[in-house]
């Protein structure tokens, strides 16, 4: 169950409400009735989001000295079809040919099963309340959506009973349950099937599961010929530019490229609020390394951090149990499979605890074999728990060769390192030779495929290949189209030679961090929330000093004029001192005004009042303990600059301790 | 002629080769062939980027307590059906029935009619080279656009030849490139039919202009029912929030919202690099004003700054000399309409002048009656002179109430501020009142549209229309779809009443200053480069040290092991003040170093040598004048902080100056 920062129950419509009280965020064109999957930010969600990005950009870009570059968002055709979007970036989704519905095929197969899950769970409890409860459940469902297709996923709901399962059949659906990520489109149809599921409203049956590209497409200039997608990521920018990276580079190797930015996936059917939308910002590393040596030379740094790892070989025996250990152990014994991935792993927590996420709602997953790309050697997601689940929140994967080699072998722009070596090397390679004149006569229009299908063959195979014509005469060759032709000792030859080699080529691996901003960033609202025990409605956002949207806000005790331009000074000195502050000069009460702040997640509050007037001291108040000091304007602005950069905590403000509330003495 | 910063002249070729060299830009999918109209911004221009919007943020939001959204780029059909976008975003096009070139209308006839001005001053200097000057011309320009177009573009102006025109047809052609921007496809056929304007490759007969809309379209979710476009503006998104973000404001106004992101425009043929593309960043600011008062508070804080204007009567008279006056003055005789757009168009020069862009080549052209949409009451661009010719790269326009009001109109919900009077109002008004149940049966199904034609009459038409009814007893109503019906005192009468007004209620007005940061950005690349005179090929980018990519480049000496940790710690040093540095340790020369440097702008240099290594100092240099100091590290970074900071210039260092080589003394 999800909690708040104090260990209270979350009740995520409170929560919601205040976040769209406050502007953090609000459906966009709300006005217009809306369209699920988009969110605006207000103004303290806007801020709250430069500050996350500029913490990423001082622990990752300037720590590390990547090449942060800025890409274009619309992408044509040709990038993502090689890139595998435009054949395999899509999800499953079922119709039903009845009443047009359209669903997510994963998700619908995971909502009914976890419906019927808890339908058993209730039966066995014995309560006869148990549809009831279900409903209630569903009427404190976070109000995210008011489409029709929402409505009707509510009514769906309502109809799960409390029915008891088969002990044998709980096991199953667990099982589904764990492995659901990893199903394609026709086990997702076997599943459907075999257990019955259909349109939870109409109890309609539904078509099988058909891909459905994510992306948005558009066409690009005036004449429609070309057709381009917006980005479902800001990696391929990285994979393009990346000779000239290297160049700027200046030839050095390993290094980093990074990039924030937004991208865009057609969800089919997004609900969960600001954890899938269409169109989120991303901030994605690039890391650049040689295949054949992935240590990394700051992986000492980071080898004794723990992390909670609930890696493949745990989810496929159907567990979720996590195992703690440092990243220094998990690459050692080969449970993470390089250093330089480690290294991220470890920096990435770093990172999210530097903003405030809970540590005890971290974990990181390994992918299954199933569910990782064919080409990718090793994937962890840094998954966190709020009140949706754990929700994959950074992916980090070991990508290999795979994209640089697939832009290269398509546009036939060299995409490689060279690396001088210190002593040149002597290698014995087996190469084919091939007799021209009488090949190309020979095998006509197929001498070229022939001839490629040879160049194919790597040493070993050329190794047995020559000794196969040696002792033959003649050799099978297997054309990719399915038929196999004859060559012999009169057309081709492979022979071993020793070559001195003076530079090594290769195709960089990547290592790629890759971070859902808007994720992030709703957990972590998730994570710094609580309420006062003496005040349940009020809620306050316990965001650290340096991600809080606004550091301190002034609040002149009363709408006195007197006020005024001493309130306006202090902003401008702190400003001075590099502090963001707003000032409250409503007519609210200083307890409303500090409510809202609360909420706000301001972590500092100034109070000017007749005392100000006189001897020019304020009161400093700080958010989580309600505590106050006072002190001059010059203590006090210092005293906040050390406590936003993190120099000084509460307790080392030196300042005398000021108890009871600010009275307007006129 | 564009010039350098030290007045030297600029050849663009040059310039673009050194940004495209320091990754400044570089064309997007280069090694797919590339798309004109999309650019990546590599590391340095990606931070110039970034420090452009980071003191714009300073600038604007901050100093004025702005609030910042960010909405999404992707925007329902419904909204900017509303704007007015889907009808009227358009540019023209031709089309060449035969080759099925697509040109830009407008592009082609000023292209056309400035080389055949060009021709005809060539003849009229008499001399014989002119044809062969102007492929020399075209031979220079840069190579930013390999695209079948843009080669097609190239030797079509090859075509033109030095032809004397007669006199009055140059004035005709001076005066329709002065207008250019303010012709409708209409009149844009005209001319093309006038001159004679034909495909410039193939002398081709083109089809009649035809709107082509601008904006990218896509489909949102599975069922593609939901049309979307790619916003062509941030402007929508901060409309639609409007009333959301008012009562953020705590129901206070004046208020401005601002929004940084990516807009989009599916240009025809995009030419002329970073000022042209299809995908772009923009800044822009909507501040929410009370129509009948348009006075700024802080208007007296700006009524002294000069601008050079060039105001819409200069511009029919066909000149384009422009007038210095103060922007007080400015709006006190009627120039600019209103205080508050007064102080923003001060407020954008303040904000160029800060970032480096050059003062002389500012100015601000107002938008001619026919350029300007209709609802705005005036409009003014901040047009910077570069390379390209006079270019607008900040627009700032009043645009009444007329986006609240559509947006209001179409959604049915208020876009409002409701103002308690100080004092309650009396006033008198027209009321007309129905005898719904007579006028219901007479009129039947036209009942509804003739009651809203009686209530669409204003005062003075109630006024009259009662004193009919007194007199006649009949009065006349013109229904919309042209036909008119007659009313009776019996269903209808229209009667003065006095009423208490207790709450002003009206729809604000906007001002709204929109900041192209790509073109802004690339202008101040040409106003900051120049080139010592001693080694034209030595160009140097002379950024303020605020908006340089990179603050200080540290320098060791040679590859010495010895200078590594001095080196490392100094760069941690410096980051810790806040201060970006970058370490360049490659075996190039000091000289060749600090030349790359130049190109990439870094204001300031650091050397480590042996010096250092017995006694700690360290040199530091300047780019412009490449004059150097020498003190303690600890000097240096304190020096460092305040010339970033901008609180001395170089004289005030204080320290020695040294004169002579760094040497390495081993």
């Not at 160049?247 to 954890?275: C, D, T, V, W």
């Not at 929700?391 to 390192?417: M, N, P």
């Not at 399915?482 to 009169?490: F, I, P």
């Not at 965001?543 to 609040?555: E, H, I, N, R």
Request: with cysteine; proline share 5%; hydrophobic share 35%.
């Amino acid at each position: 169950m999800a909690t708040t920062l104090k260990g209270q129950p979350l009740d995520r419509p409170t929560l919601d409400t205040l976040c769209r009280r406050r502007l953090f965020y609000t459906p966009s064109f709300e006005i217009y009735g809306g369209i699920s999957g988009f969110f605006d930010y207000g103004p303290p969600g806007c801020a709250l989001q430069a500050n996350i990005i500029d913490i990423w950009r001082k622990h990752f870009v300037l720590e590390e000295d990547m090449l942060e570059v800025d890409c274009t968002i619309l992408t044509p055709h040709d990038v993502l079809k090689t890139s595998g979007h435009v054949d395999k970036f899509a999800d499953w989704m079922c119709k039903d040919p009845k009443t047009g519905e359209i669903f997510r095929a994963d998700h619908l197969v995971e909502e009914v099963i976890e419906a019927r899950l808890k339908g058993d769970k209730e039966a066995r409890l014995g309560e006869k309340k148990g549809a009831e409860g279900g409903v209630q459940e569903t009427a404190k469902d976070v109000e995210e959506n008011t489409s029709k297709e929402e409505k009707k996923r509510k009514k769906k709901v309502k109809n799960i009973m409390a029915v008891k399962l088969p002990d044998e059949l709980v096991k199953e659906y667990e099982s589904v349950l764990a492995k659901i990520d990893n199903y394609d489109g026709d086990e997702l149809g076997d599943l459907i099937k075999k257990y019955d599921i259909r349109n939870p409203a109409t109890g309609g049956e539904l078509n099988p599961p058909l891909a459905f590209n994510l992306m948005f497409q558009t066409s690009i200039g005036p004449t429609g010929g070309v057709a381009g997608y917006l980005r479902p990521e800001t990696a391929q920018g990285q994979f393009l530019n990346f000779s000239k990276l290297y160049e700027y580079n200046n030839l050095r190797m390993p290094f980093a490229s990074a990039s924030i930015g937004k991208s865009f996936r057609n969800e089919i059917s997004p609900r969960q609020g600001l954890l899938r939308v269409r169109e989120f910002l991303m901030a994605e590393i690039e890391h650049f390394v040689d295949p054949e040596d992935k240590a990394h030379p700051r992986f000492s740094e980071v080898f004794n951090v723990k992390l909670s790892f609930l890696p493949k070989g745990v989810q496929q025996s159907g567990s979720t149990e996590v195992i703690e250990k440092t990243i220094g152990e998990a690459v050692k014994e080969g449970m993470v499979d390089n250093e330089t991935l480690g290294y991220f792993l470890a920096r990435i927590q770093l990172f999210l605890l530097r903003i405030g996420i809970d540590k005890n709602k971290i974990r990181f997953r390994q992918h299954m074999n199933n569910e990782m790309a064919h080409y990718a050697s090793d994937c962890w997601d840094a998954e966190l728990f709020n009140s949706y689940g754990w929700i994959e929140c950074v992916g980090c994967a070991d990508r290999s060769a795979y994209d640089l080699s697939v832009h290269s072998k398509v546009t036939g722009q060299e995409l490689i390192v060279r690396e001088t070596l210190a002593e040149p090397v002597k290698k014995d390679e087996w190469e084919v030779d091939i007799e021209k004149k009488i090949f190309g006569p020979k095998f006509k229009k197929d001498a070229k495929i022939v001839e490629e299908a040879l160049l194919a063959l790597n040493q070993a195979q050329r190794e047995a290949a020559a000794k196969t014509l040696q002792t033959e005469g003649v050799l099978g060759v297997s054309l990719p189209d399915g038929r196999s032709v004859e060559v012999d000792v009169t057309t081709v030859n492979i022979t071993l030679r020793s070559k001195i080699i003076n530079v090594r080529e290769f195709t960089p691996n990547v290592i790629e961090p890759s971070f859902g901003i808007g994720r992030i960033l709703y957990t972590l609202i998730e994570h710094s929330f609580w309420f006062r025990p003496e005040d349940v409605n009020r809620g306050v956002l316990s965001f650290p000093p340096s991600v809080a949207p606004t550091k301190v806000l002034l609040v002149p005790l009363s709408s006195n004029a007197q006020f005024t331009p001493i309130v306006n000074a202090l902003s401008a000195k702190i400003r001075k001192v590099g502090i963001s502050n707003k000032i409250d000069a409503s007519s609210a009460s200083i307890g409303k005004r500090y409510s809202r702040n609360d909420e706000l997640g301001t972590p500092f509050g100034i109070t000017v009042d007749f005392q100000t007037v006189k001897d020019g001291s304020v009161t400093l108040r700080e958010r989580d303990g309600t505590r106050q000091v006072r002190g001059s304007q010059e203590e006090v602005v210092e005293v906040l600059r050390k406590l936003v950069e993190g120099e000084i905590g509460w307790e080392g403000t030196g300042l005398k301790e000021f108890v009871g509330q600010a009275v307007d003495d006129e």
